[in-house]
């Protein structure tokens, strides 16, 4: 379901398919590498900016025909001639990465929404076109799976994030629940924590129920993979909610007992 830092990104996982296995490698260390360089080490915000801007000139050599300089992005060429994959969801990503190079909060939940579907919803469009799925109905399901993992990670990860200076509990919200920063800062769960977190876990629960048809509509192994993802969202949604929304002490995660009954329910998903 995840791989290193980069959530729910199902690389390497034995039910895909051999034909595609390369190709979704390719897209998984173009979108790992991105989004290093966006958020780890020590370099300046314009040094990250500046990285971001040479893959994205390599990405526009490959979309005209040309051959970029990195083995890197010479494979994503490959992945990207052999399957038609689109060129929209790499750059979408590319913007959300830089996004985070120069965007720490959110003022609304639309924003952060918008964030989701530049920075995780590419993902599983280029997943979808990998499988042969076209249909638009597919591809707003998976949006809306995809938004909702982005969003539970979210809120796994408040403590993290703000140790790295960022917030991506809407600000809006924040102050509607009368929780501040210092609260995030302290690991405070007092005052209205709870029923701010209740909030979110609920937006997100409602988006990856939106989209969990998809599981269903998609055939073989994709679509067990689907349900697997979906059910392990509901599972991470359950212990947020089960715990009034306190990931200060303990960051909410799947256990092998999860696992088990995530597969009991994807096999009976019907």
Known sequence: MSVGHYENF??????LPRAIR???????????????????GDLAPQARLDALAALEAELDILRVGGTPASAMMRALGEAIAEHGLPYEPFYDLLSAFRQDVLKDRYETFAELVDYCRRSANPIGRLMLHLYGERDSRALALSDG???????????????ADWQKG?????????????????QIA???TGGLWTALMLKEIGRARNMLQAGAPLGLRLR????????????GGERILKKLHDSGGDVFRQRPVLTKSDWAY???RALRAR
């Open 10 to 15: 199902p690389v390497g996982s034995v039910l």
């Open 22 to 40: 390369r190709a979704v490698h390719a897209i998984y260390r173009f979108a790992r590498t991105a989004d290093d360089l966006a958020d780890e």
């Open 262 to 264: 995530v597969v009991w």
């Open 220 to 231: 073989g192994r994709f679509g067990f993979e689907v349900r697997m993802i979906v059910a």
């Open 186 to 188: 302290e690991g405070d």
């Open 145 to 159: 799976i995809c938004t909702a993992l982005q969003l539970i990670n979210f809120l796994q990860d408040v403590q």
């Open 166 to 182: 960022r917030v991506y509990l809407p600000q809006e919200d924040l102050v509607r629940f009368r929780v501040t920063e210092r």
